[in-house]
């Protein structure tokens, strides 16, 4: 099982600032790692598929990077609903799927 | 539009059972792989089970396999979790996803399920 590991747990931000939230895989995922956006009481939301691929209907200010074990989701200029949690998924060697633990972006 | 919508959740107790149902519309059900995926109060997500499109293919995650069973019946555009055995680190809420670009790319809104005495 490939064990995918997201730091930091949380992220204090100021709005408008940038944002980096670092996801690592046990072995090589290759560029099959996809990045979710939780709101509260809502489901996941598709945000990056293939590392860097942006989704449809996700804004421009979000950006994958990454191959092998190290990715990144950048948020380039915090938004008000931005604030919320992410998570990392790896689908390059299932099943299992396996999701990062998350990141929570909080307000500075 | 793809719409997914969950049903079938509800408080159960241990050693129970249940059976989860999603309804799919806005697309060709047949035609798209289905996962099922789930999230502890306050935790993380957790992949649950996989079925192919013809339901021919079928994977679990250690957690629940010998115990939950996917299933689906594409002319009812329906996809379904039966849960037996049911165990309080079974409580969750469910949700039914579509594969397309990624094996989980569109989620339904999930059917909170609580086991408990």
């Known amino acids: 099982e490939i064990v995918m590991t997201q730091s930091p747990a949380t992220l204090s931000v100021s709005p408008g600032e940038r944002a980096t939230l670092s996801c690592r895989a046990s072995q090589s995922v290759s560029s099959n790692l996809a990045w979710f956006q939780q709101k509260p009481g809502q489901a996941p939301r598709l945000l990056i598929y293939g590392a860097s691929t942006r989704a449809t209907g996700m804004p421009a200010r979000f950006s994958g990077s990454g191959s092998g074990t190290e990715f990144t989701l950048t948020i380039s200029s915090l938004q008000s609903e931005d604030f919320v949690v992410y998570y990392c998924q790896q689908y390059n060697n299932w099943p299992p799927l396996t999701f990062g633990g998350g990141t929570k972006v909080e307000i500075k | 539009e793809v719409q997914l919508v969950e049903s079938g959740g509800g408080l159960v107790q241990p050693g129970g059972s249940l059976r989860l149902s999603c309804a799919a519309s806005?697309?060709?059900?047949?035609?798209?792989?289905m996962n099922w995926v789930r999230q502890a109060p306050g935790k993380g997500l957790e992949w649950v089970s996989f079925?192919?499109?013809?339901?021919?293919?079928?994977y679990y995650a250690d957690s629940v396999k010998g115990r939950f069973t996917i299933s689906r019946d594409n002319a009812k555009n329906s996809l379904y979790l039966q849960m037996n055995s049911l165990r309080a680190e079974d409580t969750a809420i469910y949700y039914c996803a579509r594969h397309s670009v990624v094996p989980t790319a569109q989620w339904g809104q999930g059917t909170l399920v609580t086991v408990s005495s």
């Open positions: 806005g697309f060709t059900f047949s035609s798209y792989d």
């Open positions: 079925i192919s499109t013809g339901g021919s293919i079928i």
